[in-house]
Protein backbone atom coordinates (compact mmCIF):
# COMPACT_ATOMS: atom_id res chain seq x y z
CA UNK A 1 0.00 0.00 0.00
CA UNK A 2 1.80 3.08 -1.34
CA UNK A 3 2.27 5.61 1.82
CA UNK A 4 0.70 8.94 1.42
CA UNK A 5 3.09 11.95 -0.26
CA UNK A 6 2.48 13.90 3.32
CA UNK A 7 4.42 11.03 5.32
CA UNK A 8 6.86 10.73 2.74
CA UNK A 9 8.12 14.39 2.53
CA UNK A 10 7.60 14.63 6.31
CA UNK A 11 10.27 11.04 6.01
CA UNK A 12 12.70 12.88 4.06
CA UNK A 13 13.18 15.93 6.00
CA UNK A 14 13.94 13.76 8.84
CA UNK A 15 16.63 12.06 7.43
CA UNK A 16 17.93 15.66 5.88
CA UNK A 17 17.89 16.68 9.81
CA UNK A 18 19.89 13.52 11.17
CA UNK A 19 21.96 14.01 7.74
CA UNK A 20 23.14 17.11 8.42
CA UNK A 21 23.68 16.74 12.36
CA UNK A 22 25.52 13.85 11.34
CA UNK A 23 27.50 15.48 9.23
CA UNK A 24 28.04 18.43 11.21
CA UNK A 25 29.56 16.30 14.17
CA UNK A 26 31.99 14.25 11.86
CA UNK A 27 33.22 17.75 10.63
CA UNK A 28 33.70 19.35 13.90
CA UNK A 29 35.14 15.90 15.38
CA UNK A 30 37.63 16.20 12.33
CA UNK A 31 38.22 20.03 12.87
CA UNK A 32 39.07 18.83 16.80
CA UNK A 33 41.24 16.18 15.46
CA UNK A 34 42.97 18.27 12.86
CA UNK A 35 43.63 21.05 15.49
CA UNK A 36 45.13 19.14 17.75
CA UNK A 37 47.27 17.28 14.97
CA UNK A 38 48.61 20.80 14.24
CA UNK A 39 48.97 21.75 17.95
CA UNK A 40 51.61 18.35 18.38
CA UNK A 41 53.15 18.26 15.44
CA UNK A 42 53.72 22.02 14.97
CA UNK A 43 53.42 23.52 18.05
CA UNK A 44 54.79 20.97 20.07
CA UNK A 45 57.11 19.61 17.67
CA UNK A 46 60.20 20.45 19.82
CA UNK A 47 58.94 18.66 23.31
CA UNK A 48 57.85 15.33 21.40
CA UNK A 49 61.15 15.54 19.85
CA UNK A 50 63.21 15.82 23.19
CA UNK A 51 61.14 13.38 24.51
CA UNK A 52 61.91 10.73 21.67
CA UNK A 53 65.70 11.32 21.74
CA UNK A 54 65.26 10.44 25.69
CA UNK A 55 64.23 7.02 24.84
CA UNK A 56 67.80 7.24 22.77
CA UNK A 57 70.19 9.35 24.06
CA UNK A 58 71.88 9.61 27.54
CA UNK A 59 73.47 12.75 28.68
CA UNK A 60 76.46 11.60 31.27
CA UNK A 61 78.48 13.66 33.09
CA UNK A 62 82.44 13.75 32.76
CA UNK A 63 84.72 13.89 35.59
CA UNK A 64 87.40 16.85 35.24
CA UNK A 65 90.87 16.12 35.56
CA UNK A 66 92.04 16.99 39.44
CA UNK A 67 94.52 19.89 39.40
CA UNK A 68 98.16 19.14 40.18
CA UNK A 69 100.21 19.86 42.87
CA UNK A 70 103.96 20.74 42.37
CA UNK A 71 106.68 21.33 45.00
CA UNK A 72 108.19 25.28 45.15
CA UNK A 73 110.96 23.85 42.13
CA UNK A 74 108.30 22.28 39.80
CA UNK A 75 108.33 18.23 40.95
CA UNK A 76 104.95 16.92 40.68
CA UNK A 77 103.65 15.96 44.07
CA UNK A 78 100.74 14.55 43.17
CA UNK A 79 99.40 14.04 39.38
CA UNK A 80 96.80 12.09 37.34
CA UNK A 81 97.58 8.79 35.35
CA UNK A 82 95.58 7.09 33.18
CA UNK A 83 93.08 4.32 34.04
CA UNK A 84 91.40 1.72 31.99
CA UNK A 85 88.06 0.77 33.38
CA UNK A 86 84.40 -0.91 32.59
CA UNK A 87 81.69 0.63 33.85
CA UNK A 88 77.95 -0.51 33.42
CA UNK A 89 74.33 1.40 33.54
CA UNK A 90 71.68 -0.79 35.20
CA UNK A 91 68.79 1.05 32.95
CA UNK A 92 70.46 -0.37 29.58
CA UNK A 93 71.67 -3.61 31.09
CA UNK A 94 69.02 -5.99 30.88
CA UNK A 95 69.92 -9.44 33.15
CA UNK A 96 72.85 -8.46 34.89
CA UNK A 97 73.62 -12.09 36.11
CA UNK A 98 73.88 -13.00 32.26
CA UNK A 99 76.07 -9.62 31.97
CA UNK A 100 78.75 -10.71 34.62
CA UNK A 101 78.85 -14.11 33.54
CA UNK A 102 80.18 -12.87 30.18
CA UNK A 103 82.21 -9.85 31.29
CA UNK A 104 83.92 -12.42 33.90
CA UNK A 105 85.26 -14.50 30.24
CA UNK A 106 86.69 -11.51 29.24
CA UNK A 107 88.42 -9.81 32.36
CA UNK A 108 89.82 -11.03 35.64
CA UNK A 109 86.31 -10.28 38.05
CA UNK A 110 86.62 -11.75 41.90
CA UNK A 111 83.78 -13.19 43.51
CA UNK A 112 84.57 -9.70 45.54
CA UNK A 113 84.63 -7.61 42.83
CA UNK A 114 81.12 -8.88 41.47
CA UNK A 115 79.57 -8.58 44.75
CA UNK A 116 81.07 -5.03 45.23
CA UNK A 117 79.49 -4.04 42.19
CA UNK A 118 76.68 -5.48 42.64
CA UNK A 119 76.31 -3.60 46.23
CA UNK A 120 76.91 -0.35 44.63
CA UNK A 121 74.21 -1.25 41.48
CA UNK A 122 71.36 -1.30 44.28
CA UNK A 123 72.20 1.63 45.91
CA UNK A 124 72.82 3.94 42.94
CA UNK A 125 70.15 5.16 40.37
CA UNK A 126 69.63 2.80 37.86
CA UNK A 127 70.84 5.22 35.12
CA UNK A 128 74.30 6.17 36.99
CA UNK A 129 77.17 4.31 35.49
CA UNK A 130 78.49 2.66 38.28
CA UNK A 131 82.25 1.60 37.72
CA UNK A 132 82.60 -3.12 37.94
CA UNK A 133 86.88 -2.87 37.54
CA UNK A 134 89.28 -0.18 36.92
CA UNK A 135 93.13 -0.32 36.67
CA UNK A 136 92.75 -2.53 33.47
CA UNK A 137 95.17 -3.57 31.10
CA UNK A 138 94.66 -2.02 27.90
CA UNK A 139 94.30 -5.69 26.34
CA UNK A 140 91.15 -6.37 29.00
CA UNK A 141 89.45 -3.19 28.01
CA UNK A 142 89.98 -3.73 24.25
CA UNK A 143 88.17 -7.49 24.75
CA UNK A 144 85.66 -5.67 26.59
CA UNK A 145 85.22 -3.24 23.43
CA UNK A 146 85.25 -6.26 20.85
CA UNK A 147 82.31 -7.80 22.43
CA UNK A 148 80.20 -4.66 23.48
CA UNK A 149 77.27 -5.84 21.05
CA UNK A 150 76.66 -8.81 23.93
CA UNK A 151 77.17 -6.67 26.68
CA UNK A 152 74.40 -4.30 26.80
CA UNK A 153 74.92 -1.40 29.11
CA UNK A 154 78.51 -2.18 28.83
CA UNK A 155 80.84 0.65 28.18
CA UNK A 156 84.96 0.56 28.51
CA UNK A 157 86.38 4.08 29.45
CA UNK A 158 89.82 5.80 30.18
CA UNK A 159 89.80 8.05 33.06
CA UNK A 160 91.97 9.45 35.61
CA UNK A 161 93.69 8.45 39.19
CA UNK A 162 95.37 9.86 41.00
CA UNK A 163 98.91 9.10 41.85
CA UNK A 164 101.90 10.59 44.31
CA UNK A 165 104.99 10.15 42.28
CA UNK A 166 107.40 10.86 45.73
CA UNK A 167 104.96 8.07 47.62
CA UNK A 168 106.37 8.65 51.90
CA UNK A 169 107.82 12.02 51.25
CA UNK A 170 104.43 14.14 51.20
CA UNK A 171 102.09 12.19 52.47
CA UNK A 172 101.48 13.99 55.67
CA UNK A 173 101.46 17.47 53.58
CA UNK A 174 99.42 16.41 50.94
CA UNK A 175 97.45 13.78 52.21
CA UNK A 176 95.42 11.70 49.63
CA UNK A 177 92.06 11.07 47.40
CA UNK A 178 89.91 8.09 47.84
CA UNK A 179 86.47 7.07 46.68
CA UNK A 180 83.33 9.15 47.98
CA UNK A 181 81.73 7.52 50.72
CA UNK A 182 78.50 8.12 52.17
CA UNK A 183 79.71 9.92 55.18
CA UNK A 184 81.24 11.99 52.85
CA UNK A 185 78.33 12.80 51.31
CA UNK A 186 76.76 13.19 54.93
CA UNK A 187 78.42 16.00 55.27
CA UNK A 188 77.44 18.17 52.60
CA UNK A 189 73.52 19.71 52.28
CA UNK A 190 74.16 20.17 48.49
CA UNK A 191 76.73 18.06 47.02
CA UNK A 192 77.91 18.21 43.92
CA UNK A 193 76.36 15.65 40.86
CA UNK A 194 80.01 14.38 40.46
CA UNK A 195 80.03 12.84 43.75
CA UNK A 196 77.30 11.00 43.29
CA UNK A 197 79.70 9.12 40.37
CA UNK A 198 81.11 6.06 41.90
CA UNK A 199 84.53 6.08 42.84
CA UNK A 200 84.77 9.21 42.06
CA UNK A 201 87.88 10.71 44.22
CA UNK A 202 88.05 13.48 46.70
CA UNK A 203 90.42 14.38 49.21
CA UNK A 204 90.11 12.55 52.53
CA UNK A 205 92.98 14.32 54.61
CA UNK A 206 96.05 16.50 54.32
CA UNK A 207 95.76 19.55 51.58
CA UNK A 208 93.71 17.07 49.13
CA UNK A 209 90.82 17.24 51.80
CA UNK A 210 91.67 21.17 52.88
CA UNK A 211 92.03 22.62 49.38
CA UNK A 212 89.41 20.27 47.54
CA UNK A 213 87.08 22.93 46.24
CA UNK A 214 90.28 24.41 44.46
CA UNK A 215 91.45 20.62 42.91
CA UNK A 216 88.27 19.05 41.93
CA UNK A 217 87.37 21.17 39.04
CA UNK A 218 83.76 21.53 37.44
CA UNK A 219 82.16 18.73 35.56
CA UNK A 220 81.69 18.34 31.66
CA UNK A 221 79.42 16.63 30.01
CA UNK A 222 78.80 14.19 26.80
CA UNK A 223 75.23 13.22 24.83
CA UNK A 224 75.65 9.47 23.61
CA UNK A 225 73.48 7.88 21.55
CA UNK A 226 72.26 3.84 22.58
CA UNK A 227 70.66 1.31 20.68
CA UNK A 228 67.58 -0.34 22.17
CA UNK A 229 69.94 -2.65 23.67
CA UNK A 230 71.40 -0.49 25.72
CA UNK A 231 74.81 -0.53 23.83
CA UNK A 232 76.62 3.02 23.31
CA UNK A 233 76.71 3.70 19.52
CA UNK A 234 78.34 6.70 19.30
CA UNK A 235 78.63 10.52 21.04
CA UNK A 236 77.23 13.45 19.63
CA UNK A 237 78.49 16.22 21.60
CA UNK A 238 80.85 16.62 24.26
CA UNK A 239 81.39 20.02 26.50
CA UNK A 240 84.44 20.12 28.41
CA UNK A 241 84.76 20.45 32.53
CA UNK A 242 87.05 23.10 34.16
CA UNK A 243 90.35 21.44 35.39
CA UNK A 244 91.03 21.88 38.56
CA UNK A 245 93.71 24.00 39.95
CA UNK A 246 97.01 23.18 39.87
CA UNK A 247 98.97 24.31 43.02
CA UNK A 248 102.68 25.26 43.47
CA UNK A 249 103.42 24.27 47.67
CA UNK A 250 106.65 26.06 49.33
CA UNK A 251 108.36 22.75 50.38
CA UNK A 252 111.50 21.92 48.33
CA UNK A 253 111.22 17.96 47.46
CA UNK A 254 115.03 17.29 48.03
CA UNK A 255 114.66 19.04 52.01
CA UNK A 256 111.93 17.14 52.00
CA UNK A 257 113.22 13.85 51.01
CA UNK A 258 116.33 14.54 52.77
CA UNK A 259 114.76 15.34 56.57
CA UNK A 260 112.68 11.97 55.56
CA UNK A 261 115.36 9.85 55.03
CA UNK A 262 117.59 11.47 58.40
CA UNK A 263 114.70 10.54 60.39
CA UNK A 264 114.30 6.61 59.28
CA UNK A 265 113.57 4.31 62.58
CA UNK A 266 112.28 7.10 64.40
CA UNK A 267 109.30 8.76 65.35
CA UNK A 268 109.83 12.59 64.68
CA UNK A 269 109.09 15.49 63.23
CA UNK A 270 110.75 18.33 61.90
CA UNK A 271 109.95 21.70 60.24
CA UNK A 272 111.96 24.20 57.97
CA UNK A 273 110.86 28.17 57.52
CA UNK A 274 112.18 30.72 55.56
CA UNK A 275 112.14 33.48 58.33
CA UNK A 276 112.06 36.42 55.87
CA UNK A 277 108.79 35.00 53.88
CA UNK A 278 107.35 32.52 55.76
CA UNK A 279 107.74 29.82 53.49
CA UNK A 280 107.30 26.55 54.69
CA UNK A 281 110.66 24.88 52.96
CA UNK A 282 110.10 20.89 54.78
CA UNK A 283 107.28 19.68 56.82
CA UNK A 284 107.99 15.78 57.70
CA UNK A 285 106.80 13.52 59.90
CA UNK A 286 108.41 9.99 60.54
CA UNK A 287 107.23 7.34 60.05
CA UNK A 288 105.64 8.37 57.22
CA UNK A 289 103.60 5.77 55.18
CA UNK A 290 102.81 5.33 50.80
CA UNK A 291 99.77 7.44 50.32
CA UNK A 292 99.19 5.54 46.85
CA UNK A 293 97.79 2.70 49.05
CA UNK A 294 94.60 4.60 49.75
CA UNK A 295 93.51 5.76 46.43
CA UNK A 296 91.99 3.03 45.52
CA UNK A 297 91.42 1.48 48.59
CA UNK A 298 94.10 0.25 51.36
CA UNK A 299 93.96 -3.54 52.06
CA UNK A 300 93.41 -4.70 55.53
CA UNK A 301 97.11 -6.19 56.05
CA UNK A 302 98.34 -2.71 54.99
CA UNK A 303 95.71 -1.22 57.29
CA UNK A 304 96.67 -3.00 60.38
CA UNK A 305 99.97 -2.52 59.98
CA UNK A 306 99.84 1.48 60.26
CA UNK A 307 97.60 1.23 63.08
CA UNK A 308 99.42 -1.44 65.63
CA UNK A 309 102.41 0.41 64.68
CA UNK A 310 103.79 2.26 68.07
CA UNK A 311 106.14 4.82 65.98
CA UNK A 312 102.23 6.02 64.33
CA UNK A 313 103.19 6.85 61.14
CA UNK A 314 99.58 7.99 60.38
CA UNK A 315 99.62 10.71 62.78
CA UNK A 316 101.37 13.81 61.60
CA UNK A 317 103.59 14.53 64.46
CA UNK A 318 104.69 17.88 62.78
CA UNK A 319 101.43 19.66 63.10
CA UNK A 320 99.02 17.46 65.19
CA UNK A 321 101.40 16.34 68.01
CA UNK A 322 101.82 18.89 70.83
CA UNK A 323 104.51 18.57 72.99
CA UNK A 324 105.96 20.07 76.41
CA UNK A 325 108.73 21.92 74.63
CA UNK A 326 111.17 21.46 77.86
CA UNK A 327 114.15 24.22 78.04
CA UNK A 328 113.21 25.31 74.14
CA UNK A 329 110.36 27.31 76.00
CA UNK A 330 112.97 29.30 78.18
CA UNK A 331 113.25 32.25 75.70
CA UNK A 332 109.49 32.79 76.04
CA UNK A 333 110.37 32.74 79.88
CA UNK A 334 113.50 35.27 79.21
CA UNK A 335 111.57 37.73 77.01
CA UNK A 336 108.25 37.73 79.26
CA UNK A 337 110.53 39.02 81.89
CA UNK A 338 112.88 41.29 80.51
CA UNK A 339 109.84 42.74 78.64
CA UNK A 340 108.24 43.27 81.94
CA UNK A 341 111.03 45.07 83.56
CA UNK A 342 111.51 42.19 86.66
CA UNK A 343 114.85 41.39 85.27
CA UNK A 344 117.76 42.95 83.30
CA UNK A 345 120.30 40.95 81.05
CA UNK A 346 123.03 41.66 83.33
CA UNK A 347 121.69 40.68 86.38
CA UNK A 348 122.36 37.60 87.24
CA UNK A 349 120.70 34.65 89.94
CA UNK A 350 122.66 31.93 92.38
CA UNK A 351 121.82 28.27 90.89
CA UNK A 352 122.07 25.70 93.89
CA UNK A 353 120.70 23.13 92.07
CA UNK A 354 117.57 23.66 92.94
CA UNK A 355 114.87 26.22 94.05
CA UNK A 356 112.97 25.97 97.34
CA UNK A 357 109.00 27.06 97.13
CA UNK A 358 107.14 26.17 100.61
CA UNK A 359 108.09 22.81 101.15
CA UNK A 360 108.72 21.64 97.67
CA UNK A 361 112.00 21.64 95.94
CA UNK A 362 112.04 22.46 92.01
CA UNK A 363 115.12 20.61 90.50
CA UNK A 364 117.83 22.22 88.12
CA UNK A 365 118.80 19.36 85.39
CA UNK A 366 122.38 19.50 87.10
CA UNK A 367 121.87 18.70 90.80
CA UNK A 368 125.06 20.94 91.78
CA UNK A 369 123.97 23.58 90.29
CA UNK A 370 125.21 26.71 87.99
CA UNK A 371 126.43 28.68 90.93
CA UNK A 372 125.82 32.59 89.57
CA UNK A 373 124.36 32.95 86.18
CA UNK A 374 122.78 35.76 83.79
CA UNK A 375 120.56 35.48 80.78
CA UNK A 376 123.51 34.55 78.50
CA UNK A 377 124.54 31.64 80.61
CA UNK A 378 121.15 30.48 82.00
CA UNK A 379 120.56 29.46 78.15
CA UNK A 380 123.93 28.57 76.91
CA UNK A 381 123.96 26.19 80.02
CA UNK A 382 120.30 25.92 80.42
CA UNK A 383 120.43 26.51 83.58
CA UNK A 384 116.44 25.55 84.64
CA UNK A 385 116.68 27.74 88.58
CA UNK A 386 116.75 30.94 86.56
CA UNK A 387 113.55 30.67 84.82
CA UNK A 388 111.94 28.88 88.07
CA UNK A 389 112.93 32.67 89.63
CA UNK A 390 112.07 34.53 86.01
CA UNK A 391 107.95 33.25 86.45
CA UNK A 392 107.50 34.17 90.17
CA UNK A 393 108.60 37.22 89.50
CA UNK A 394 106.73 37.96 85.73
CA UNK A 395 103.82 35.45 86.48
CA UNK A 396 102.33 33.23 83.66
CA UNK A 397 99.92 35.59 82.28
CA UNK A 398 102.68 37.76 81.36
CA UNK A 399 104.49 34.09 80.27
CA UNK A 400 101.08 33.24 78.27
CA UNK A 401 101.01 36.81 76.46
CA UNK A 402 104.47 36.19 75.22
CA UNK A 403 103.91 32.67 74.18
CA UNK A 404 101.10 34.02 72.16
CA UNK A 405 102.93 36.52 70.62
CA UNK A 406 105.66 34.08 69.24
CA UNK A 407 103.39 31.56 67.85
CA UNK A 408 102.86 29.21 70.87
CA UNK A 409 98.99 28.58 72.07
CA UNK A 410 97.96 29.46 68.27
CA UNK A 411 96.05 27.13 65.26
CA UNK A 412 98.44 28.46 62.35
CA UNK A 413 96.38 28.63 59.18
CA UNK A 414 98.19 25.68 57.25
CA UNK A 415 95.64 24.03 54.76
CA UNK A 416 96.51 20.13 56.67
CA UNK A 417 94.45 18.13 58.65
CA UNK A 418 94.36 18.21 62.52
CA UNK A 419 96.78 21.51 62.70
CA UNK A 420 96.78 21.51 66.87
CA UNK A 421 96.61 24.71 68.80
CA UNK A 422 98.88 24.07 71.21
CA UNK A 423 98.73 25.32 74.69
CA UNK A 424 100.22 28.32 76.52
CA UNK A 425 97.87 28.41 80.08
CA UNK A 426 96.70 31.01 82.12
CA UNK A 427 94.80 31.50 85.62
CA UNK A 428 91.67 31.84 83.88
CA UNK A 429 92.59 28.68 81.72
CA UNK A 430 92.98 26.49 84.27
CA UNK A 431 90.26 27.82 86.59
CA UNK A 432 87.68 27.44 83.65
CA UNK A 433 89.26 23.81 82.84
CA UNK A 434 90.40 22.15 85.44
CA UNK A 435 88.05 24.49 88.26
CA UNK A 436 91.32 24.93 90.33
CA UNK A 437 93.14 27.73 91.27
CA UNK A 438 97.03 28.38 89.80
CA UNK A 439 99.67 27.91 91.79
CA UNK A 440 103.32 29.37 91.92
CA UNK A 441 104.57 25.64 91.10
CA UNK A 442 102.47 25.74 88.03
CA UNK A 443 103.95 28.89 86.55
CA UNK A 444 107.61 27.22 88.10
CA UNK A 445 107.14 24.23 85.59
CA UNK A 446 105.60 26.79 82.96
CA UNK A 447 108.82 28.44 82.86
CA UNK A 448 110.87 25.85 81.61
CA UNK A 449 108.20 24.60 78.97
CA UNK A 450 107.15 21.43 81.79
CA UNK A 451 103.65 21.23 83.20
CA UNK A 452 100.73 22.27 80.97
CA UNK A 453 102.39 24.24 78.12
CA UNK A 454 102.11 22.72 74.98
CA UNK A 455 103.41 23.26 71.42
CA UNK A 456 103.78 21.63 68.03
CA UNK A 457 107.06 21.24 65.68
CA UNK A 458 105.14 23.87 63.36
CA UNK A 459 104.80 26.50 66.22
CA UNK A 460 108.29 25.89 68.04
CA UNK A 461 109.86 26.65 64.42
CA UNK A 462 107.72 30.02 63.65
CA UNK A 463 108.59 31.13 67.18
CA UNK A 464 112.26 30.40 66.44
CA UNK A 465 111.34 32.21 63.12
CA UNK A 466 110.24 35.29 65.00
CA UNK A 467 112.81 35.09 67.54
CA UNK A 468 115.69 34.92 64.68
CA UNK A 469 113.94 38.09 62.90
CA UNK A 470 112.07 40.02 65.15
CA UNK A 471 108.97 39.75 63.06
CA UNK A 472 105.29 38.20 63.35
CA UNK A 473 106.31 36.12 60.31
CA UNK A 474 103.11 33.55 59.64
CA UNK A 475 104.08 30.06 58.13
CA UNK A 476 102.89 30.25 54.29
CA UNK A 477 102.59 26.94 52.23
CA UNK A 478 100.97 27.21 49.03
CA UNK A 479 103.22 29.08 47.25
CA UNK A 480 100.85 30.13 44.02
CA UNK A 481 97.50 28.75 42.80
CA UNK A 482 97.18 28.35 38.50
CA UNK A 483 100.39 30.70 38.51
CA UNK A 484 98.90 33.03 40.64
CA UNK A 485 101.24 33.83 43.60
CA UNK A 486 99.70 33.98 47.07
CA UNK A 487 100.49 36.91 49.33
CA UNK A 488 103.24 36.79 52.10
CA UNK A 489 101.67 36.61 55.13
CA UNK A 490 102.80 38.83 58.59
CA UNK A 491 102.01 40.94 60.93
CA UNK A 492 104.64 42.88 61.53
CA UNK A 493 107.21 43.84 64.18
CA UNK A 494 106.78 41.54 67.43
CA UNK A 495 107.61 44.75 69.18
CA UNK A 496 109.91 43.51 71.45
CA UNK A 497 113.38 45.51 72.62
CA UNK A 498 115.92 45.09 70.21
CA UNK A 499 118.37 44.71 73.15
CA UNK A 500 116.32 41.88 74.93
CA UNK A 501 116.12 40.19 71.26
CA UNK A 502 119.55 40.70 70.34
CA UNK A 503 120.56 39.02 74.15
CA UNK A 504 118.59 35.96 73.35
CA UNK A 505 120.08 35.77 69.64
CA UNK A 506 123.90 35.66 71.53
CA UNK A 507 122.82 33.14 73.93
CA UNK A 508 121.52 30.57 71.39
CA UNK A 509 124.57 31.12 69.20
CA UNK A 510 126.32 30.23 72.28
CA UNK A 511 124.53 27.10 72.92
CA UNK A 512 125.95 26.00 69.22
CA UNK A 513 129.16 27.70 69.06
CA UNK A 514 130.59 27.65 72.76
CA UNK A 515 132.64 24.53 74.70
CA UNK A 516 130.18 25.24 77.65
CA UNK A 517 126.66 25.16 75.41
CA UNK A 518 124.68 22.38 75.60
CA UNK A 519 124.92 21.78 71.57
CA UNK A 520 128.45 22.26 70.75
CA UNK A 521 129.06 19.17 69.67
CA UNK A 522 126.27 19.75 66.77
CA UNK A 523 127.69 23.01 65.42
CA UNK A 524 128.59 23.66 61.73
CA UNK A 525 132.17 25.55 61.36
CA UNK A 526 131.70 27.82 58.23
CA UNK A 527 131.19 31.37 58.95
CA UNK A 528 128.05 31.61 56.48
CA UNK A 529 126.72 28.08 58.14
CA UNK A 530 126.90 28.82 62.00
CA UNK A 531 124.06 28.32 63.94
CA UNK A 532 122.17 29.49 66.97
CA UNK A 533 119.87 27.17 68.82
CA UNK A 534 118.19 25.57 71.71
CA UNK A 535 117.90 22.23 72.94
CA UNK A 536 115.35 20.61 75.09
CA UNK A 537 114.09 17.70 77.06
CA UNK A 538 110.46 16.96 77.88
CA UNK A 539 109.30 14.80 80.79
CA UNK A 540 107.22 11.89 79.94
CA UNK A 541 106.73 10.77 83.34
CA UNK A 542 106.16 12.91 86.30
CA UNK A 543 109.95 11.51 87.70
CA UNK A 544 113.04 12.08 86.30
CA UNK A 545 114.07 8.66 85.06
CA UNK A 546 117.34 7.61 83.47
CA UNK A 547 116.32 7.12 79.89
CA UNK A 548 119.42 4.45 78.62
CA UNK A 549 117.85 2.11 81.11
CA UNK A 550 113.88 2.49 80.48
CA UNK A 551 111.62 0.91 77.78
CA UNK A 552 111.39 3.20 74.83
CA UNK A 553 107.95 4.49 74.98
CA UNK A 554 108.87 5.87 78.83
CA UNK A 555 111.75 7.41 77.85
CA UNK A 556 111.89 11.93 77.40
CA UNK A 557 111.13 13.42 74.10
CA UNK A 558 114.14 14.93 72.76
CA UNK A 559 113.83 18.95 71.15
CA UNK A 560 116.15 20.95 69.05
CA UNK A 561 115.41 24.44 67.78
CA UNK A 562 117.33 26.70 65.77
CA UNK A 563 118.10 29.29 63.50
CA UNK A 564 120.74 29.65 60.47
CA UNK A 565 123.14 31.24 59.72
CA UNK A 566 123.41 33.45 62.71
CA UNK A 567 124.51 36.64 61.42
CA UNK A 568 121.81 36.82 58.30
CA UNK A 569 118.90 34.34 59.40
CA UNK A 570 117.52 32.78 56.71
CA UNK A 571 116.01 29.45 57.84
CA UNK A 572 114.39 28.37 61.05
CA UNK A 573 114.57 24.79 62.04
CA UNK A 574 112.75 22.40 64.67
CA UNK A 575 113.16 19.14 65.38
CA UNK A 576 111.00 16.96 68.24
CA UNK A 577 112.40 13.16 68.55
CA UNK A 578 109.81 11.18 70.56
CA UNK A 579 111.28 9.38 73.39
CA UNK A 580 114.67 10.06 72.25
CA UNK A 581 116.25 11.01 75.56
CA UNK A 582 117.99 14.20 75.48
CA UNK A 583 117.74 17.30 72.94
CA UNK A 584 121.36 17.37 72.49
CA UNK A 585 122.07 14.35 71.57
CA UNK A 586 119.00 13.03 69.68
CA UNK A 587 117.07 16.18 68.39
CA UNK A 588 120.54 18.65 67.99
CA UNK A 589 122.38 16.45 65.40
CA UNK A 590 119.68 15.87 63.04
CA UNK A 591 118.97 20.17 63.27
CA UNK A 592 121.99 20.19 62.24
CA UNK A 593 122.38 18.27 59.82
CA UNK A 594 118.94 19.87 57.81
CA UNK A 595 120.41 23.17 58.64
CA UNK A 596 123.29 22.19 56.49
CA UNK A 597 121.92 20.46 53.76
CA UNK A 598 119.39 23.64 53.63
CA UNK A 599 121.68 26.04 53.06
CA UNK A 600 124.48 23.94 50.74
CA UNK A 601 121.64 23.23 48.57
CA UNK A 602 122.24 19.52 48.70
CA UNK A 603 124.57 17.27 50.85
CA UNK A 604 127.71 19.09 51.79
CA UNK A 605 131.08 18.01 52.14
CA UNK A 606 132.22 16.77 55.35
CA UNK A 607 134.83 19.61 56.26
CA UNK A 608 131.64 21.63 57.14
CA UNK A 609 131.56 19.48 60.35
CA UNK A 610 133.90 19.26 63.31
CA UNK A 611 136.67 16.65 62.51
CA UNK A 612 135.57 14.44 65.62
CA UNK A 613 131.96 14.06 64.23
CA UNK A 614 132.84 13.61 60.64
CA UNK A 615 133.56 9.62 60.59
CA UNK A 616 129.77 9.52 62.64
CA UNK A 617 128.10 11.33 59.98
CA UNK A 618 129.65 9.76 56.74
CA UNK A 619 128.40 6.31 58.45
CA UNK A 620 124.43 7.61 58.95
CA UNK A 621 124.39 9.57 55.91
CA UNK A 622 126.12 6.52 54.19
CA UNK A 623 123.02 4.16 55.13
CA UNK A 624 120.15 7.06 54.15
CA UNK A 625 117.83 5.97 51.43
CA UNK A 626 117.82 9.37 49.84
CA UNK A 627 115.93 9.40 46.23
CA UNK A 628 118.41 9.85 43.67
CA UNK A 629 118.09 12.14 41.06
CA UNK A 630 116.64 9.48 38.59
CA UNK A 631 113.48 9.42 41.40
CA UNK A 632 114.54 6.26 42.90
CA UNK A 633 115.53 5.34 45.92
CA UNK A 634 118.81 4.22 47.48
CA UNK A 635 122.08 4.62 49.02
CA UNK A 636 123.54 8.46 49.35
CA UNK A 637 126.19 10.46 47.15
CA UNK A 638 127.66 12.03 49.36
CA UNK A 639 130.05 15.43 48.59
Avoid at 226 to 249: C, H, Y
Avoid at 580 to 594: E, N, Q, Y
Wanted: a neutral charge; proline letters at 6%.
Amino acid sequence: MRRPPKDTEESARRITRRGLVLGGSMLGFMGVLGTRMRYMQIDQAEQFRLLAEENRINIRLIPPARGLIFDRTGVPIAENTQNYRIVIVREDAGDLDETFAKLRELVPLTDDDVERAMREIRRRSPFVPVTIADQLAWEDVAEVAVNAPALPGVTPEVGLTRHYPLEEDFAHVVGYVGPVSDYDLSKLEDPDPLLQIPKFQIGKVGLEARQEDLLRGSAGTKRIEVNAGGRVMRELSRQEGKKGADLQLTVDHGLQNFINARLVGESAAAVVMDVRSGDVLAIASAPSFDPNLFVRGISVKDYKALTENDHRPLANKSVQGTYPPGSTFKMVTALAAHEAGVVTAGETIYCPGYKQLGTRRFHCWKRGGHGYVDLHDSLMRSCDVYYYELAERVGIDRISEMATRLGIGVRHDLPMSAVAEGLAPTKAWKQGNRQESWMVGDSLNASIGQGFVLASPLQLCVMTARIATGEAIRPRLVKSIDTEEQPILSDGPLGLSPTTLSQVRKAMFSVSNSRQGTAYRSRLLPEDMKLAGKTGTSQVRSVVVDNKNVPWEQRDHALFVCFAPYDNPRIAVSVVVEHGGGGSTAAAPVARDIVARALWGDLPPLDVFPSGERDGIAEIWDSMPLRRKDGKTGRSDRA
